[in-house]
């Protein structure tokens, strides 16, 4: 069974930063391409940043670009989110997804 369970979310400051951790289990992850996506309050689930199994080629939406970095540790089986430079409009519920199948998510709140 695939778990993807998400932390290190928080109330940060405008510019601040945080890194997200996700913990995955079930399935073979170094061979899985892995996302982050967000969603804010009253808007659609939006993709945030992709990286791929084997090369860990990255690719980000241009909202995040040169602010977010996404990694993998595949010895950890643990997918990371730096965010710097973070905005109020950041503020979402992030989840890593497998696919269709994502965590429950962890809160970013970004303070004007």
């Known amino acids: 069974e695939v778990q993807l369970v998400e932390s290190g979310g928080g109330l940060v400051q405008f510019g601040g930063s945080l890194r997200l951790s996700c913990a995955a289990s079930?399935?073979?992850?170094?061979?899985?391409?892995m996302k982050w996506v967000r969603q804010a309050p009253g808007k659609e689930l939006e993709w945030v940043a992709i990286?791929?199994?084997?090369?860990?080629?990255?690719n980000y939406a241009d909202s995040v670009k040169g602010r977010f970095t996404i990694s993998r540790h595949n010895a950890k089986n643990t997918l990371y989110l730096q965010m710097n430079s973070l905005k109020p409009e950041d503020t979402a519920v992030y989840y890593c997804?497998?696919?269709?199948?994502r965590g429950r998510g962890t809160q970013v709140t970004v303070s004007s």
């Open positions: 990286i791929n199994g084997g090369d860990s080629s990255t």
């Open positions: 997804a497998l696919g269709n199948a």
């Open positions: 079930g399935f073979a992850f170094s061979v899985y391409t």
